[in-house]
C-alpha cells in the first residue's frame, strides 16, 4: 500500500471523518447524560496492607453512550471539562456516593468513600460552600468522604486553591493527592497544601521490584510520608510480588486489579456485605 498514496489519504479523511462524528455523538450525549441516566457509578475495593481488609472504594465514573456503548472516563471526562459541565457531573457523583454511603450503612456496612474531583471544580470559588451544602442536604456525614485531586488541580491560583482545601478541611473532608509520582510532583505539595493522604501512581508501582532506583524512591516515599504524618495508598497493584514489596516497604492501603477490579454496587455488595 506503500505506492497507493491516493487510498491512503482517502482512509485518512474517512478517519478524521469518523472522528468527528464520534466527538459529536459523545458531546450530544454527554449533554443529555445526568437527565438520561446514562451515568452510573463502580466501585474500587481498597484494603489495608497489614490487614487485608477492606479500607474504602474508590468511586469511578462510567458512561455507556446509547450508540457507541461504553466510553472510557479517560475519553469522556475531558469532554465534559470542554463542555463546562463539570461542576454538574462531579455534584452529581458526590450525591449519587452519599446515598451509596446511606444505604450501605443502614446494611450494617460503613464504607469511606474516595471521589475523584476535576482541577475545573477547584477554579470553582464556592466549591466548598457547595459541597458542605450538599451533605447536609443528603444527611451525609462528611468524614466517610475522600477527594481525589491531582497535582494539576492545585498549580494554579494557589492562594484560592489553599483557602478551599482549608475550608473542605474544616468540614471534615479529606484530601488525597491523586496519581502522586506521575508527574512533575514536588515536594512542595507537602509543606503548602493541608494533604492527608498521597495516592502513589501505578506507573511508579508496576516498576516494582524490578527497577532498583524506582524501589529506591518508593521506599524514601514511605519514609517521608510517615515522618509527616500523611498517609498513602498505592494504586495499580496487578500482582502479589507488589503487594508484599509495598507492605515490607511501610505502605498502609493499597488498590489495584490484585486485590479487585471496580465493582458495579450488586458485585461489590456480593463481595463484602456478608464480610463487615
Ligand atoms: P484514576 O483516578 O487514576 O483512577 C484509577 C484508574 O485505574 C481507574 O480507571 C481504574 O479502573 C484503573 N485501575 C484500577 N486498578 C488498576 C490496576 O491494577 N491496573 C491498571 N492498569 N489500572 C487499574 P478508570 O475507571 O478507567 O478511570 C480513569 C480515570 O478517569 C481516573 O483515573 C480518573 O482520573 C478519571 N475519572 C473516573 N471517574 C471520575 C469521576 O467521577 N470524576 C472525575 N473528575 N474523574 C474521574
Ligand atoms: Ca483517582
Ligand atoms: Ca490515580
Ligand atoms: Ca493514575
Not at 101 to 107: I, L, N, P
Not at 214 to 238: D, F, H, M
Request: charged share 30%; hydrophobic share 35%.
Amino acid at each position: 500500500a506503500k505506492h497507493n498514496g491516493r487510498n491512503n489519504y482517502q482512509f485518512f479523511t474517512k478517519d478524521i471523518k469518523e472522528n468527528i462524528k464520534r466527538i459529536m455523538l459523545l458531546e450530544n450525549g454527554l449533554k443529555k447524560a445526568l437527565r438520561e441516566h446514562a451515568f452510573h457509578l463502580v466501585y474500587q475495593p481498597q484494603v489495608s496492607l497489614s490487614t487485608g481488609e477492606l479500607a474504602g472504594v474508590e468511586v469511578l465514573l462510567r458512561y455507556t453512550h446509547p450508540v457507541l456503548g461504553p466510553v472510557s472516563p479517560f475519553e469522556f471526562i475531558p469532554l465534559c471539562e470542554k463542555l463546562h459541565i463539570m461542576d454538574d457531573i462531579t455534584e452529581w457523583v458526590l450525591r449519587e456516593a452519599c446515598k451509596q454511603h446511606k444505604e450501605w450503612k443502614e446494611k450494617g456496612m460503613v464504607v469511606k468513600m474516595a471521589v475523584n474531583v476535576s482541577p475545573l471544580n477547584l477554579s470553582n470559588q464556592r466549591f466548598s460552600e457547595q459541597l458542605k451544602k450538599l451533605f447536609t442536604e443528603e444527611h451525609c456525614d462528611p468524614q466517610y468522604f475522600e477527594l481525589e485531586l491531582t497535582e494539576t488541580s492545585l498549580s494554579s491560583h494557589l492562594e484560592e486553591t489553599i483557602r478551599i482545601l482549608q475550608e473542605l478541611k474544616e468540614a471534615k473532608i479529606s484530601i488525597v493527592l491523586d496519581d502522586f509520582g506521575s508527574g512533575y510532583s514536588s515536594l512542595v505539595y507537602f509543606t503548602d497544601f493541608p494533604i492527608d493522604k498521597i495516592k502513589i501512581d501505578k506507573s511508579f508501582v508496576q516498576g516494582i521490584p524490578n527497577k532498583e532506583r524506582n524501589s529506591i524512591i518508593i521506599e524514601n516515599i514511605a519514609r517521608l510520608s510517615k515522618q509527616l504524618g500523611i498517609e498513602t495508598l498505592c494504586e495499580g497493584v496487578e500482582t502479589e510480588e507488589q503487594a508484599v514489596f509495598l507492605k515490607k516497604y511501610g505502605y498502609e492501603f493499597a488498590q489495584g486489579y490484585f486485590f479487585s477490579k471496580p465493582l458495579s454496587k450488586e458485585r461489590f455488595e456480593q463481595k463484602y456485605l456478608a464480610t463487615v
